[in-house]
């Protein structure tokens, strides 16, 4: 017979005080669950690719007013989409 504490059951206790100290602080935000008709399918991935151009649209204009203006930070940018 095996006396004392074995290697294994000592590390199983600090994995349920992780479990725990993650079920204390919950991920922030809404939760989104993924639709699953196909048209609420087609819907939401013609939502997500216009957000897209829409952002990227957006980088564009700051990349442009950078290389015009003021905004120095973003003049770095202006080299990587080609203004």
């Known amino acids: 017979m095996v006396q004392g504490k074995t290697k294994g059951l000592q590390s199983k206790a600090s994995s349920s005080r992780q479990a725990a100290k993650a ?3 919950p991920k922030k935000g809404k939760r989104y669950i ?3 008709k ?3 399918v ?3 991935s013609m939502r997500q690719s216009l ?3 829409i ?3 957006i ?4 990349v442009s007013a950078a ?3 003021k905004l120095t930070i973003m003049k770095n940018t202006a080299d990587v989409y080609g203004r």
């Open 34 to 36: 993924p639709p699953k």
């Open 67 to 69: 290389s015009a203006g």
């Open 23 to 25: 079920a204390a602080n």
């Open 59 to 62: 980088e564009q204009q700051m």
């Open 55 to 57: 952002n990227k649209s």
């Open 38 to 40: 196909t048209a609420l």
């Open 42 to 44: 087609k819907q939401a």
């Open 51 to 53: 957000t897209a151009k």
